[in-house]
């Protein structure tokens, strides 16, 4: 990124000059550098601020420019925000909205899916993994259900990609959000994949402006940013399955030493075969949240997301597992990653089973 923030500071739309030229080659490298690693094509990649701008896009952006009477979606109860409030807004404006429930591990049964869809629905939209309990959905099976219904798929990917298995040739979804900043990369950049195969899918831009990004996204690109998105995904798929394995294992030794000393503890999400390897979420009985969360602070860890932390209600992802609000706050989320070590596994789990025996003492 440095060159781009010191050196070469040239806008990737001034097209009469060789300091445009050489941001829009930088541009354009990491466009294709990304669409590699997901086995797409370089046009089928939008940058954008985030995933809550991708997913902004991808549903709004349909919406406003799909047929007249497709005016139906289907999301799944435990989508981000992102993807909630705008399914909301689109409601309160007089569409017709589909919220999916989950089971008791936070899973999407693909047949409540294809049973919630009519002639009138203009997009379904479900995470590839739930960022807060972690949960992997069976997305390649929901796309083909869309697909045969040619009902279009978007899928919040952005706590999926760099971290399991993501191939468009073999998803076949038709738009995917990402985000810089799950993966290692910068904070402010993200992108929109949006399938060019088949019949080319329109969407209406949020904003109006320039017309950067074939007109789906005005504004200067941020250059810098872009770079070290394509470089992060780079550096994350490379790692991916060695990361994977490793992280797992110091999850699963996470949860046992936990649960060797501990008494009423429960695992929010699937078991390991079906959710994220870094991600663990955990419950207390007996135990108040809020003091627990406080009596950690040494740890980097949170009850729900940091998404919504900025109000005390409880997680609408651990609500949907029919937690109570009592229990939902008395959650840790575990977010392992590139720097965890072995050490600082035997630390968290010494720390939460001492904090937990003295509240309940
Ligand atoms: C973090 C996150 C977002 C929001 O991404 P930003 O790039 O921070 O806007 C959206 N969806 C999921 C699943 C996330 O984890």
């Keep these: 990124m440095l060159p781009y923030l010191r050196d070469d500071f040239g806008n990737a739309s001034s097209t009469s000059h060789q300091y445009g030229w050489r941001a829009e080659a930088a541009v354009e490298d990491a466009r294709e550098r990304i669409a590699a690693g997901i086995g797409a094509e370089p046009e089928e990649i939008i940058f954008t601020s985030g995933a809550t701008e991708s997913n902004n896009l991808a549903i709004q952006g349909r919406l406003g420019s799909a047929p007249p009477g497709r005016d139906h979606i289907v999301v799944g109860v435990t989508e981000h925000p992102s993807v909630l409030e705008v399914a909301a807004r689109l409601e309160r404006e007089g569409r017709r909205v589909t919220r999916l429930p989950v089971d008791g591990s936070g899973m999407i049964d693909p047949d409540a899916v294809a049973a919630a869809l009519d002639e009138h629905t203009a997009l379904v939209s479900i995470a590839a993994a739930n960022g807060e309990i972690g949960a992997l959905a069976p997305v390649g099976e929901i796309a083909q259900r869309c697909r045969a219904r ?212």
């Design 150 to 361: 040619d009902v279009v798929f978007h899928s919040d990917a952005s706590q999926a990609l760099g971290k399991i298995p993501l191939d468009t040739g073999t998803l076949d979804a038709d738009l995917l959000s990402f985000s810089g900043h799950k993966i290692y990369g910068p904070k402010g950049i993200g992108a929109l994949y949006i399938r060019s195969r088949r019949p080319r899918l329109l969407l209406r831009p949020l904003f109006e402006g320039g017309g950067q990004e074939r007109g789906l996204r005005s504004g200067t690109l941020p250059v810098p940013q872009i770079v070290g998105l394509a470089r992060a995904l780079e550096l994350c798929l490379e790692e991916r399955e060695v990361e994977a394995g490793r992280l797992g294992n110091l999850r699963d030794s996470l949860l046992e030493r936990i649960r060797s000393e501990l008494e009423g503890v429960r695992l929010n999400g699937p078991g390991p075969g079906a959710r994220l390897p870094a991600n663990l979420n955990l419950s207390f009985e007996a135990v108040d949240g809020e003091r627990l969360l406080l009596a950690l602070s040494d740890l980097a860890i949170s009850s729900g997301s940091a998404c919504s932390s900025a109000s005390d209600a409880p997680s609408h992802v651990l609500e949907a597992l029919g937690h109570s609000d009592s229990l939902a706050k008395a959650s840790l989320r575990f977010g392992l990653g590139r720097g965890t070590t072995a050490e600082d596994i035997e630390y968290a789990a010494a720390r939460v089973v001492e904090e937990v025996k003295r509240q309940r003492g």
